[in-house]
């Protein structure tokens, strides 16, 4: 596998132009080291490999600036684009200087309402059962009893109930970790999102900045005027901070029909936005809907075999893990 000419291959599927295709890349969090609490993270040294991949075989351009060449037709050949969800300091701390070595632009897309020492729920879940310990019991929420005494109960634990708590209604979910937290009864760290400077460092730095909500709902739960305000005011917080346009969005959770309706694609088009990306699974072509553009994760950390998933993906193979 390894022997394999990618470069021409990748380049048969995705040649540029007006056949041109385009492959978006999903990322969350890029940690210092693995760590089993960070399910949506990679490690640095895996990450620095699929950058190195990526730098080999593709043209990596700005997000936004793939979207207006998707749109005429101008793609490079072998197209992708690496965004990130949410808004982890770690974008700016780990994954930042990794993208400087082998000059790939980002994008990063922003809750806003976790700046400046937020804590999404599924990060105060992890932390709160990363320093549980003993039995921990969860009936009265309707989430069962635990027994947290080894590290890996608590990884296991935590895995069940953030499936658990997913699809629960948002105060209920966040009700839920914050009863969560108290019970294990440690500070909970508050420095997982960037701050407000932070995010302008960052996008002085050359990232892009993309809109992601204000409070990551799931926003085929909200009615419209609450979705639209999610949408709209993240937009202007965030544009307020960098003082630059903010060219493009990413839909919380992202499956469509299922965390987002039609309802929210046309509000982020309203809302003047040049583009959209979703995470359902596959590469994006000139016959796209460019407000629910396809991402994928590759996990693979050797060249070759990274190039190959990237490969799979343009034919409609299995590219994802979400
Ligand atoms: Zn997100």
């Known amino acids: 596998m390894f022997g394999l000419p990618m470069k021409p291959l990748l380049s048969l599927l995705s040649p540029g132009g007006r056949r041109g295709r385009l492959s978006i ?15 949506w993270g990679i490690g640095a040294e895996g990450f620095t490999a699929q950058m190195a991949a990526l730098r080999n075989h593709f043209n990596v351009i700005p997000l936004s600036e793939a979207i207006a ?4 037709g101008s793609l490079p050949p072998r197209a992708a684009a690496v965004t990130f969800d949410d808004g982890y300091r770690d974008n700016l701390t780990v994954a930042l200087p990794i993208l400087r070595r082998y000059g790939i632009p980002a994008t990063v897309f922003v809750a806003s309402g976790f700046l400046d020492g937020g804590r999404m729920w599924n990060d105060t879940v992890a932390e709160a059962l990363r320093v ?56 909970l760290p508050t420095d997982f999102m960037l701050s407000s400077d932070e995010l302008r460092s960052l996008h002085s730095a050359g990232v892009e900045i993309g809109g992601h909500t204000k409070t990551h709902p799931i926003l085929a739960g909200l009615d419209d005027g609450l979705a639209l305000s999610e949408i709209a005011g993240n937009r202007e917080r965030l544009q307020e901070i960098i003082r630059a346009p903010i060219p493009v969005f990413a839909y919380p959770n992202g499956r469509p029909g299922r965390d987002y309706t039609e309802t929210h694609v046309r509000m982020v088009r309203d809302c003047g936005y040049v583009g959209a ?46």
């Open 69 to 72: 060449r998707l749109r005429s």
């Open 277 to 322: 990306v979703s995470t359902s699974s596959g590469t994006a072509t000139r016959n796209s809907d460019l407000y629910q553009l396809p991402r994928f994760t590759p996990w693979d950390v050797t060249a070759g075999r990274f190039a190959l998933r990237m490969a799979r993906s343009m034919v409609g193979g299995t590219a994802a893990r979400v």
């Open 25 to 39: 890349l999903i990322y969350h969090r890029v940690l210092a080291r693995d760590d089993p609490f960070a399910p």
């Open 132 to 187: 549980a310990d003993g039995p921990f019991d969860l009936t009265d929420l309707d989430l069962g009893r635990w027994d947290l005494s080894e590290v890996d109960h608590r990884a296991a634990a935590f895995h069940q109930l953030l499936q658990r708590l997913k699809y629960l209604p948002q105060a209920r979910r966040i009700d839920a970790a914050t009863v969560i937290a108290e019970r294990c009864g440690a500070d």
